[in-house]
C-alpha cells in the first residue's frame, strides 16, 4: 500500500445468534460463572447490539455485521458418535448429556474480538491484510468456533489474507484480537503491534488461579504469519494478578487507538517497563504515545468493564469512547472517563450503551466488535451486503424480532424446535447478506 492512501477502521461486530443463554461456560470470567442458570433474553440481547452499530453508523464510520453461527453444531456431535437426522442427533445428545449440548448452543461467536488477529496492509511485509482465525482451545464451547469463523471471514474480506487457526492444542493458545492491541500515529500509518499473552507454554513456572488463554507461543506465530517486522511488534505479558481478578483476555483492563493507550494500572506487571518499550518503538515510528493510565480499584474495572470500550477515531480527529452504562453507573470509573474528557488528550466524547445481555457473559463494547483497518481501496473490497447503514440495521432488527425469542432457560437449550427456528433465521439470513449456502445445513440441504 502506499503510505499516502487514506485508511479507515471498520468495525465487525458480531450479531448475537438466537440460542444466546447464560450456561456459564466461562471458567475465569467471573460475570458468565455468575450469571450460570439465570434465564437470557436473545432478542434485547441481538437489538443491544443492533443499536451499538447504528450508534457508529451515525457518528460516519464504517461498520460490518457478522452472522451468528449455526446452533446445535450438529456435525460436532455426529463426529462423537451420535447417528441419524440432524434433530435426531440433537435429541440424542441432548438425552445423553445436557451439559454437552449447552457447550454447542452458545452463541460465543458474537464477540468477535475473539474472532481472528488482525494485521492491516501498513504493517505487513506482503502489503495485504492478514488475519488469523483463532482457535479458542481453553474454553471447550469456544474451541469450536474456528471452521465457521474463518469461512465467515473469507466472505466478508474476500481480498484479505485469512489463515486457518493455529495448531488446536494448549501450547497455542489463542483468542484473537482480545489479546492484541495496535499503536500508531493515524490508520494509514505503519504500526505498533503490541500482542499481550497470559502464559508461555514451555517456560512458565507462574501460576494463576485463572487460566492465562493466550500464549506467548501463538503470539508469535502470528506474527510470523502476518509477516509482521520485529522491530514494530511487542510482546507483553499481562499481569497474573489482572487474570486472577477476572480479566480473562488483556481487553478487559486495556485498550489502544491511534497514540493512545488507556488502561488499568494492573493491567501489566510493570508499567514503567511497559510504558519503556512502547515508548522506545512507537518513536521509532514517528509518534508519541499517550498512556491514560487508570488507578482504581481492579474489581471495579472489571465489573464496569471500563477498559472494555471501544476507542474511535472519528472524522474530525478527535476521539469518542463507546462505553457500556455499567461504567456510568461505577463512580470511579465514570470519574476517570470525566477526567479523561477534562484532560489534555484526543478523547473529546464518551458514550455509554446498555449492552447488558452481552455484559451478563463477560462481553462489553470492545468484545462485540473485530476492528480491521483498511485502506479506502481494500474497503471497497468488502462485501457490501455486510457493510451497515441505518435502513439496513432497521432490517436486521425486524429480522430479529421475527426470529428470536424473549426468553431462553438451561432446558429451552435441548427443544427440538429452536434448531429449527435458528436455521429458518440463518438461512433468512444469508439471503439478505448475499451469502450464499455458508452453513453446513445449507450445503447439506435442509434445516431439519
Ligand atoms: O470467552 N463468554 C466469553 C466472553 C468473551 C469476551 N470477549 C472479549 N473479552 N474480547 C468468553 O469467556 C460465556 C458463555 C456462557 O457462559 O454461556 C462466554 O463464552
Known amino acids: 500500500m502506499s503510505p499516502q492512501s487514506k485508511s479507515v477502521e471498520l468495525n465487525i461486530d458480531g450479531l448475537v445468534g438466537p440460542t444466546h443463554n447464560y450456561a456459564g461456560l466461562s471458567f475465569g470470567n467471573v460475570a458468565s460463572a455468575g450469571n450460570k442458570g439465570n434465564a437470557s433474553n436473545p432478542r434485547e440481547a441481538a437489538l443491544q447490539g443492533l443499536e451499538k452499530m447504528r450508534k457508529l453508523v451515525k457518528m460516519g464510520l464504517p461498520q460490518a455485521v457478522m452472522p451468528p453461527h449455526a446452533r446445535p453444531l450438529t456435525h460436532y456431535l455426529k463426529q462423537i458418535g451420535f447417528t441419524g437426522s440432524d434433530s435426531a ?16 448452543m452458545s452463541a460465543s461467536p458474537m464477540w468477535t474480538a475473539n474472532a481472528a488477529t488482525v494485521s492491516p496492509s501498513a504493517d505487513t511485509a506482503d502489503g495485504q491484510v492478514h488475519l488469523t482465525t483463532a482457535n ?26 485469512v489463515h486457518s487457526a493455529l495448531p488446536s492444542n494448549t501450547v497455542f493458545g489463542d483468542e484473537g484480537a482480545a489479546n492484541h492491541n495496535r499503536m500508531c500515529q493515524s490508520h494509514d500509518k505503519e504500526g505498533l503491534e503490541i500482542f499481550v499473552y497470559g502464559r508461555e507454554a514451555f517456560r512458565d513456572t507462574q501460576q494463576t488461579r485463572f487460566p492465562g488463554r493466550q500464549t506467548l507461543e501463538a503470539s508469535k506465530a502470528v506474527a510470523r504469519l502476518h509477516k509482521l517486522d520485529d522491530d514494530k511488534t511487542l510482546y507483553l505479558r499481562q499481569s497474573a494478578k489482572a487474570i486472577d481478578a477476572g480479566a480473562f483476555h488483556n481487553d478487559v483492563v486495556c485498550v489502544t487507538n491511534g497514540t493512545v493507550m488507556f488502561y488499568h494500572k494492573d493491567a501489566f506487571d510493570d508499567v514503567a517497563a511497559m510504558q519503556k518499550s512502547v515508548r522506545g518503538k512507537a518513536e521509532a515510528l514517528g509518534f508519541e504515545p499517550e498512556f491514560l493510565m487508570a488507578d482504581m480499584p481492579l474489581q471495579e474495572a472489571i465489573s464496569s468493564y471500563l477498559f472494555n470500550s471501544q476507542l474511535l477515531s472519528l472524522p474530525n480527529g478527535t476521539m469518542a469512547l463507546i462505553l457500556p452504562k455499567d461504567a456510568e453507573e461505577t463512580p470511579s470509573a465514570k470519574a476517570f472517563v470525566d477526567h479523561c474528557l477534562s484532560g489534555n488528550n484526543p478523547i473529546a466524547e464518551a458514550h455509554y450503551l446498555d449492552l447488558r445481555q452481552s455484559m451478563r457473559n463477560g462481553g462489553g463494547p470492545a468484545c462485540l466488535r473485530l476492528r480491521v483497518q483498511l485502506t479506502e481501496d481494500e474497503l471497497a473490497q468488502v462485501h457490501s451486503p455486510m457493510l451497515m447503514n441505518d435502513a439496513k440495521i432497521s432490517e436486521l432488527e425486524d429480522w430479529v424480532k421475527r426470529h428470536y425469542r424473549d426468553r431462553l432457560e438451561k432446558d429451552d437449550l435441548g427443544d427440538p424446535a429452536l434448531m429449527t427456528e435458528c436455521r429458518a433465521a440463518l438461512d433468512e439470513l444469508t439471503q439478505r447478506l448475499s451469502l450464499g449456502a455458508i452453513y453446513d445445513f445449507q450445503m447439506e440441504g435442509g434445516i431439519t
Open 89 to 104: 442427533v440433537y435429541e440424542r445428545a441432548w438425552n445423553a448429556n445436557p451439559s454437552l449440548v449447552a457447550n454447542l
Open 136 to 161: 479458542l482451545v481453553a474454553m471447550p464451547h469456544r474451541s469450536v468456533e474456528a471452521p465457521q469463523t474463518e469461512r465467515l471471514l473469507k466472505a466478508i474480506l474476500p481480498k484479505a489474507v
